[in-house]
């Protein structure tokens, strides 16, 4: 039997989808359909700015705007939630950490595929994590408890809000263009495959592979160690730059729910190791989305695995009043600038409060990136 709870979260659901339906019908004439469309600041100038539509024409009508306002609210989420686990030193095991093994192998690979990395757009990704990311756990609390993992959407009372594929492109440097990461990305197992040789190494460990998994042993083994002494520089292991890059995909973008090198990733390392460039954008979002769900279905429990901190890098970029200030450089993507940043420290119900009075933003507060130079 359904919970009291659960049954009002699904009559109020009902309620809300059936009007909404109603609005979009009366409306579709005033969809414009174009793509892209030119953006005005908040008092109509014009600006050299746009966005991505389709629009509708006049802006959001009335009655539409009236139903969100009335309606996107949902405390279900606070109401089933446990926060206990949020004060816990480590709310996400999984939380992407630098280790003197990282402090290590990421300099080495860079001297030998560093350019390559910037010609593939994941180098400010990688240099992203040269230094501890801290989980702003007030910030990420309050904020899920408006996350909806129905729609995948903040649902404030001015309406819905929630990561995109630019938002990707403008925060970590990740392009929505190359080729598309699904189950049919095969990269060819040529010379320097992790996927075509961790079946031999997997059979000579026998019943030991599954712990050079681990993070510290997957270093141990495919990590080259460069001389402390006369500072040179060992040339490259067999599979070292390919091992590299899955260790990176899985310990600090993806934050395996495991907690250790997974082979998921093989056919993403493989191509990312051989050069192809990869439309890592829609993929992490796909990602975030899941990550939220989770936590959300759960509970509010924040033990999953995923790519937390990229969404805690969002909020931070939309809700500028939740964060210190921070110096922006064009000559990187917004999330790095954020990671060299001190800390706000805000309580939890400083930043709740903040989310459940949001009535309304300016047009110009959804625009938080600096324009692209020309």
Sequence with gaps: MASSTSTS?????????????????????????????????DDGTATDSCVLGPSIDGGMPERLVAHLKNNLVDLSAYDGGDFQDWNVVRP?????????????????MEHFFGQQWKDQGIYHLIKLFDRPLVMDRSLLAAALCFWSSATNTMNFRFGMMTPTMLDMAALFGLSPLGVEVN???????????FKATWPTLARVAGSKAKNMLNYSSFYSNFGVEDSAEDDAINPLGEVEHAAFLLYWLCKFVFCTQANKVTLEFTHLDDYLAQGGRLALGPFLLGHIYRTLHDIITDGMKPKHGGPLWAFQFWLQAYFPELRAA?????????????????????????????????????????????????
């Design 326 to 374: 921070v110096n922006i450089s064009d000559t990187e993507p917004l999330a790095n600038a954020f990671a060299r940043a001190p800390r706000k420290h805000n309580t939890s119900a400083l930043c709740y409060k903040f989310f459940y009075g949001l009535a309304q933003r300016t047009g110009t507060q959804f625009r938080p990136f600096p324009p692209v130079p020309n």
């Design 183 to 193: 189950a049919a990305l095969i990269a060819p197992e040529v010379e320097g495959s």
């Design 92 to 108: 996400q095991q999984q939380w992407p950490t630098v280790t003197p093994d990282w402090e290590k192998w990421l300099p080495r």
């Design 9 to 41: 979260v699904e009559v109020r659901s009902q309620t809300f989808h059936t009007e909404f339906e109603a609005i979009c019908r009366g409306i579709q004439g005033s969809i414009l359909p174009n793509i892209i469309a030119p953006w005005s600041d």
